[in-house]
């Protein structure tokens, strides 16, 4: 480190010494310039804020400012597969940005599967009411409905510098080059893919050096709003080089495949939950043909564990690089960082992949908030609240000091910090859950749910079936008790609610 400073120390000096003498001379301009990857601290720090960051901790910020956002939007990564909630894989940056802002332990999207909670980023608003549910028709992309979410807010009335790199997936990646982004890169699908150069390059690298390039070309006098959507830990559902998948077929393809080859990944206790599910969950259900293919056999699923963790833990470093750049550039307490992910994933509980269908492994996922405002007291904290995907748009227009437009669902969650409890607005303890894609309902069944902490009650509409789980004697929703004397009270009640919230998210 010692010897990075005082190379640093000297091309410092010596362009101060030059343009000195440029000045004197009426020479033009000079700028020495640096290798592009030049790292003036050496290795990496051990937490986000080290001693050696370019900010001046003594000066405060302008809290009228707004701040820059830096939203990390990975696919496929639910709750509890982070390092602080799981003794297996390896997230050291994401443990450090917890310790610096807050983590939310109850987070859930409001429809598990990725298009759709692409676009209720964006509206702050369900599928219900952004009706997004086609690829081919992102309706929320409708210069009415545009005009509404949260990019083209932060553009139109505070002058934001817009950047997108990675995920999109509906089928229009010229709106975000020509309407959504200032600067933009999208690709998805793969984990390994080719370079302008010929060369096969890691999907999580090419990430970090689109990153690297928005922030060393964008306006310095202007904010800016950086969404990082990695494919990656995703599985490459088209098999690799687009193969036709089989049963054999791997999905995974880290860099470091020899990661985790010391582990033994624990099996999780309701794999056999299959047989629970309702009869109408058979063999070609969806959930049920990945689950063949990715953990169909105990040597599948270590294999695709591991190298499902190795993912995690190489967009775990990746992110680390880009949030000190931050850092070096001197922004970093100005700046709003986000970490959540699209949607939860089921890791062979109850027998099944994916995600969609409204249970715990599929509805939860992570949110880790690292925000300048945040008062001290609250850094390194936990929240239980009930947090949900349609706020995500409200928090980043609050933090630009912006309002958010009626159509939006969600709430600001810096309330959570920002306020103390007995001066905030109540908030939500309970939600609405939908998947209500009938372009796939014939291999992945429509459903909806009313969600608590305590109880959840869950709908089948094309199959006119229920069930209801106790959460707190049965976190794992192994047992329907709905037909349970005991439940008669509490079913009537959450049937009756599930109707009203229903009619609230049109």
């Known amino acids: 480190m010692r010897k990075s400073l005082a190379i640093a120390t000297f091309f410092a000096m010596t362009t101060i010494v030059i343009n000195i003498i440029r000045t004197t001379l009426s020479i033009p301009d000079f700028k020495l310039k640096l290798p592009q990857d030049f790292d003036f601290l050496g290795p990496l720090p051990e937490t986000i804020n080290d001693e050696h960051r370019a900010e001046d901790p003594e000066t405060p910020r302008n809290r009228d400012k707004p701040l820059n956002i830096l939203l990390f939007y990975p696919d496929d990564w639910r709750h509890d597969s982070i390092g602080a909630e799981n003794s297996v894989v390896k ?25 759709v909670s692409r676009a209720t ?19 929320f992309c409708e210069k009415k409905n545009w005009r509404k979410t949260w990019p083209s807010l932060l553009k139109r009335k505070k002058g934001y510098h817009i950047g997108h790199i990675g995920k999109w997936q509906y089928h229009n990646n010229e709106f975000v080059h020509e309407r959504y982004a200032d600067y933009s890169y999208v690709r998805d699908g793969f984990h390994w893919i080719d370079a302008d150069n010929g060369e096969s390059v890691h999907a999580i690298d090419m990430m970090e050096k689109k990153a690297f390039s928005f922030l060393r070309e964008r306006p310095k006098d202007k904010p800016f709003a950086l969404t990082v959507a990695f494919y990656p830990p995703k599985a490459m559902d088209n098999g690799h080089d687009n193969e036709p998948l089989s049963m054999d077929s791997r999905q995974y393809f880290p860099k470091n495949e020899d990661m985790y080859k010391n582990e033994t990944i624990p099996e999780p206790p309701q794999m056999a939950g299959w047989k629970k599910l309702p009869h109408f969950f058979d063999e070609s259900n969806q959930g049920r043909i990945r689950f063949q293919m990715r953990f169909g056999t105990p040597d599948k699923y270590q294999a695709s564990m591991k190298n499902y963790y190795a993912l995690i833990t190489e967009v775990d470093a990746c992110m680390k690089k880009i949030v000190r750049k931050l850092s070096l550039q001197g922004i970093l307490d100005e700046t709003l960082i986000i970490f959540t992910t699209d949607n939860g994933y089921f890791h062979a509980e109850h027998g099944l992949a994916g995600k969609w269908y409204p249970y715990q492994e599929s509805i939860r996922v992570p949110l880790i908030i690292r925000d300048p405002r945040m008062p001290i007291n609250m850094k390194g904290t936990l929240n239980d609240d009930i947090t949900l995907n349609i706020d995500l748009a409200s928090t980043i227009l609050g933090a630009a000091n912006l309002a958010s437009p009626s159509v939006m669902q969600g709430r600001d969650i810096a309330d959570l910090y920002m306020q103390p409890k007995e001066e905030r607005k109540p908030w939500r303890e309970e939600f609405y859950y939908e998947h209500h894609l009938d372009q796939l309902a014939h291999t992945i069944p429509m459903s909806s749910a009313l969600v608590r902490k305590n109880y959840k009650y869950v709908r089948f509409p094309d199959w006119n079936t229920d069930e209801l789980f106790d959460l707190v004697s049965d976190p794992l929703e192994h047992d329907n008790i709905i037909d349970k004397n005991s439940s ?19």
């Open 91 to 115: 997230t050291p940056f994401l443990d450090d940005l917890a310790k610096e802002g807050v983590r939310f332990t109850h987070n859930c999207v409001t429809t598990s599967v990725c298009w």
């Open 121 to 139: 980023l964006f509206t702050g608003q369900y599928l219900s009411r952004h009706k997004s549910k086609l690829l081919s028709t992102p309706k």
């Open 488 to 506: 008669k009270l509490i079913l009537e009640e959450m049937r009756l609610r599930y109707k009203e919230l229903q009619e609230s998210v049109k």
